[in-house]
């Protein structure tokens, strides 16, 4: 069928179809069956009225005063037909549809093999049709025995097929009348369920087509034993699926959007092409030109960050099989301070590439620099009062004959305390000269081991007076390292310090080193009672104490790993603490430092 029909046309025609093969198939095979049964008939009215022709002319002719000629016309008169005799010697021949016997203007008939052969009486009597142009005649065939005027012979009897045909004609023309009837009707019918069907269609057309314009109230009427009951249903069942999906879809959008809209915290939502899908009030609160407009950008054009563009575009770049998370913190022209979550989807959902939320440290950061800066003003103006306190007790330790017995002991507390607090005083001062610095520090290749030698001569006194042998594990040559030699040095014075101080008297402390892709990890580990699993997080932060194991009585000013965490992390390394090996006591402290060389085995 043309592409061009509609499903209306085409139901049409292929009932059209159906119709009049289901009607004209069966119609032509009855009409070849009566036509067979008309031809068949015939054949026998001609055998039988030959048969009865054949005994009036033997019956007739021996007592008529009638020529034999004028015999057989009569009777070809009466019964309608054309009779032809032909005698045994060919002498004699009569066609009654002939005015003279010239008998070479008779026509003779020789049955066919085709021909059906019947007895009658005790004559074999040959029938058949013969064809000429458009005209059929029905031929009967039989002897003839002869009279006393007539000799034997052979006569035919033919009579036109039309004269018989009637009844087929009328059977036929009621056939198809019929046909022609019930076509119409079929026509009319098919029509009339091709357009209700096409209705019911263009019904449920206009329903789904409503349904997914958003008009979701819209529902298919439909009545038991209607044609596409099912389906109705069925479109009818998927529209309220849909709408309770949508209802439930919008009320989750709304509470997201009620949780985003409400959060403090900046949220930035990137679709998987890196760009700009979607932000939060918080978001254009704190960046106001990050408006609508800014839909579809690139997080540079809203966020004056190359760091923040650069890390975003380095995310999409990789392949994850998990979720992402990223840690990134910035500085935005307008002197702000922020700490962003990066997140990035493994499988992309509804478009969304990855997820920023922006904490605004801002506030902290104004603290920390006030706290910063109040530290190091009042460590600054302690270091003169503590100096004149130092130096006058001193004096007087000098001269302590001159004192009363007890005044001695008093000045010893007094210049004690007096060194403690002025070691504390250097400590803040250095930790705020560090934390101060936005420059890296002088990185310059070195040798470890000088650092080390120069911390350990610093340690030398305090160790001889715990008895406690320092080993180092590292070779003659050294370990060659990327860092600065001041600040290197005071790490490893620092960790050793502290390692003596927690030692018990007459123990070892040792250092030694490892090889870390490209960095050093250098190790020292005391043989005191150890940090507890809880507190190795926090031993790091300024003036924390494990309150079990390090007192006051330490004389420690809390500051020293501090100090050294913050050294380790401006060389782009990491510090962190672990339990001694089994079998001893203690704890380890581990910093990486980069490596200059290609670093030496460690020594077993």
């Given at each position: 069928?043309?592409?061009?029909?509609?499903?209306?046309?085409?139901?049409?025609?292929?009932?059209?179809?159906?119709?009049?093969?289901?009607?004209?198939?069966?119609?032509?095979?009855?009409?070849?069956?009566?036509?067979?049964?008309?031809?068949?008939?015939?054949?026998?009215?001609?055998?039988?009225?030959?048969?009865?022709?054949?005994?009036?002319?033997?019956?007739?002719?021996?007592?008529?005063?009638?020529?034999?000629?004028?015999?057989?016309?009569?009777?070809?008169?009466?019964?309608?037909?054309?009779?032809?005799?032909?005698?045994?010697?060919?002498q004699i021949r009569i066609d009654t549809l002939q005015s003279t016997s010239q008998s070479h203007a008779e026509q003779s008939f020789s049955p066919p093999q085709s021909a059906t052969t019947k007895t009658l009486g005790k004559y074999e009597i040959s029938t058949w049709i013969m064809s000429k142009g458009h005209d059929e005649s029905v031929i009967a065939q039989t002897?003839?025995?002869?009279?006393?005027?007539?000799?034997?012979?052979?006569?035919?009897?033919?009579?036109?097929?039309?004269?018989?045909?009637?009844?087929?004609?009328?059977?036929?023309?009621?056939?198809?009348?019929?046909?022609?009837?019930?076509?119409?009707?079929?026509?009319?019918?098919?029509?009339?369920?091709?357009?209700?069907?096409?209705?019911?269609?263009?019904?449920?057309?206009?329903?789904?087509?409503?349904?997914?314009?958003?008009?979701?109230?819209?529902?298919?009427?439909?009545?038991?034993?209607?044609?596409?009951?099912?389906?109705?249903?069925?479109?009818?069942?998927?529209?309220?699926?849909?709408?309770?999906?949508?209802?439930?879809?919008?009320?989750q959008k709304i509470q997201l959007e009620a949780i985003l809209n409400g959060m403090r915290e900046g949220v930035m939502v990137l679709d998987k092409t890196g760009r700009i899908a979607t932000i939060n009030k918080a978001m254009m609160r704190i960046f106001p030109k990050t408006a609508e407009s800014s839909i579809g950008k690139k997080p540079i054009e809203v966020i004056?960050?190359?760091?923040?563009?650069?890390?975003?575009?380095?995310?999409?770049?990789?392949?994850?099989?998990?979720?992402?998370?990223?840690?990134?913190?910035?500085?935005?022209?307008?002197?702000?301070?922020?700490?962003?979550?990066?997140?990035?989807?493994?499988?992309?959902?509804?478009?969304?590439?990855?997820?920023?939320?922006?904490?605004?440290?801002?506030?902290?950061?104004?603290?920390?620099?006030?706290?910063?800066d109040f530290v190091a003003n009042v460590s600054h103006e302690l270091r003169t009062p503590l100096t004149s306190v130092k130096g006058y007790a001193e004096t007087l330790i000098g001269e302590a004959d001159k004192q009363p017995p007890h005044a001695r002991r008093f000045l010893e507390v007094i210049l004690k305390n007096a060194n403690h607090m002025s070691k504390m005083?250097?400590?803040?001062?250095?930790?705020?000269?560090?934390?101060?610095?936005?420059?890296?520090?002088?990185?310059?290749?070195?040798?470890?081991?000088?650092?080390?030698?120069?911390?350990?001569?610093?340690?030398?006194?305090?160790?001889?007076?715990?008895?406690?042998?320092?080993?180092?594990?590292?070779?003659?040559?050294?370990?060659?390292?990327?860092?600065?030699?001041?600040?290197?040095?005071?790490?490893?014075?620092?960790?050793?310090?502290?390692?003596?101080?927690?030692?018990?008297?007459?123990?070892?402390?040792?250092?030694?080193?490892?090889?870390?892709?490209?960095?050093?990890?250098?190790?020292?580990?005391?043989?005191?009672?150890?940090?507890?699993?809880?507190?190795?997080?926090?031993?790091?932060?300024?003036?924390?104490?494990?309150?079990?194991?390090?007192?006051?009585?330490?004389?420690?000013?809390?500051?020293?790993?501090?100090?050294?965490?913050?050294?380790?992390?401006?060389?782009?390394?990491?510090?962190?603490?672990?339990?001694?090996?089994?079998?001893?006591?203690?704890?380890?402290?581990?910093?990486?430092?980069?490596?200059?060389?290609?670093?030496?085995?460690?020594?077993?």
């Amino acid at each position: 069928m043309p592409r061009g029909m509609t499903f209306g046309s085409r139901l049409l025609v292929s009932f059209l179809f159906v119709v009049v093969f289901a009607l004209l198939g069966p119609a032509l095979f009855v009409a070849g069956i009566v036509d067979e049964h008309v031809r068949l008939d015939a054949k026998e009215t001609a055998a039988r009225q030959l048969h009865l022709i054949n005994r009036l002319v033997s019956q007739v002719d021996s007592s008529s005063g009638l020529t034999p000629k004028q015999t057989l016309a009569d009777i070809a008169n009466d019964f309608h037909v054309r009779i032809l005799y032909e005698s045994t010697t060919k002498q004699i021949r009569i066609d009654t549809l002939q005015s003279t016997s010239q008998s070479h203007a008779e026509q003779s008939f020789s049955p066919p093999q085709s021909a059906t052969t019947k007895t009658l009486g005790k004559y074999e009597i040959s029938t058949w049709i013969m064809s000429k142009g458009h005209d059929e005649s029905v031929i009967a065939q039989t002897q003839f025995s002869g009279t006393n005027r007539l000799e034997p012979g052979i006569l035919t009897l033919t009579m036109p097929y039309s004269s018989l045909e009637s009844p087929f004609d009328e059977v036929s023309g009621t056939l198809f009348s019929v046909i022609g009837l019930s076509l119409c009707l079929g026509l009319g019918l098919s029509f009339i369920l091709t357009r209700r069907i096409r209705n019911s269609i263009r019904e449920m057309i206009a329903v789904v087509e409503a349904i997914g314009q958003g008009r979701r109230n819209k529902r298919l009427k439909f009545y038991p034993g209607e044609e596409f009951g099912a389906m109705a249903r069925s479109i009818n069942t998927m529209a309220d699926n849909i709408e309770i999906h949508l209802r439930a879809v919008t009320e989750q959008k709304i509470q997201l959007e009620a949780i985003l809209n409400g959060m403090r915290e900046g949220v930035m939502v990137l679709d998987k092409t890196g760009r700009i899908a979607t932000i939060n009030k918080a978001m254009m609160r704190i960046f106001p030109k990050t408006a609508e407009s800014s839909i579809g950008k690139k997080p540079i054009e809203v966020i004056a960050s190359p760091d923040l563009q650069a890390t975003c575009d380095e995310l999409f770049s990789t392949e994850h099989t998990a979720p992402h998370v990223l840690t990134l913190e910035i500085e935005t022209d307008t002197e702000r301070f922020f700490d962003i979550n990066i997140v990035k989807l493994a499988e992309p959902e509804a478009g969304i590439g990855a997820i920023l939320v922006f904490h605004d440290l801002s506030d902290f950061r104004k603290m920390e620099n006030m706290r910063r800066d109040f530290v190091a003003n009042v460590s600054h103006e302690l270091r003169t009062p503590l100096t004149s306190v130092k130096g006058y007790a001193e004096t007087l330790i000098g001269e302590a004959d001159k004192q009363p017995p007890h005044a001695r002991r008093f000045l010893e507390v007094i210049l004690k305390n007096a060194n403690h607090m002025s070691k504390m005083v250097e400590d803040l001062l250095c930790l705020a000269r560090i934390e101060n610095e936005k420059d890296d520090p002088t990185i310059e290749r070195m040798n470890a081991r000088d650092a080390l030698n120069s911390a350990w001569r610093e340690c030398t006194l305090q160790a001889k007076d715990k008895k406690i042998d320092v080993h180092i594990n590292l070779p003659q040559e050294g370990v060659m390292v990327n860092a600065d030699f001041g600040q290197l040095s005071q790490v490893f014075r620092n960790l050793i310090e502290n390692a003596i101080k927690y030692s018990p008297a007459g123990e070892n402390v040792t250092i030694s080193f490892q090889n870390d892709n490209g960095n050093v990890i250098f190790c020292v580990q005391d043989s005191g009672p150890g940090i507890p699993e809880e507190d190795r997080e926090r031993i790091f932060e300024r003036f924390y104490r494990v309150e079990r194991h390090r007192t006051k009585a330490s004389g420690g000013t809390g500051l020293g790993l501090a100090i050294a965490k913050h050294i380790v992390e401006r060389h782009h390394g990491r510090i962190w603490v672990e339990p001694a090996e089994r079998g001893q006591t203690g704890a380890v402290f581990r910093f990486t430092i980069p490596a200059a060389d290609p670093i030496p085995a460690s020594p077993k």
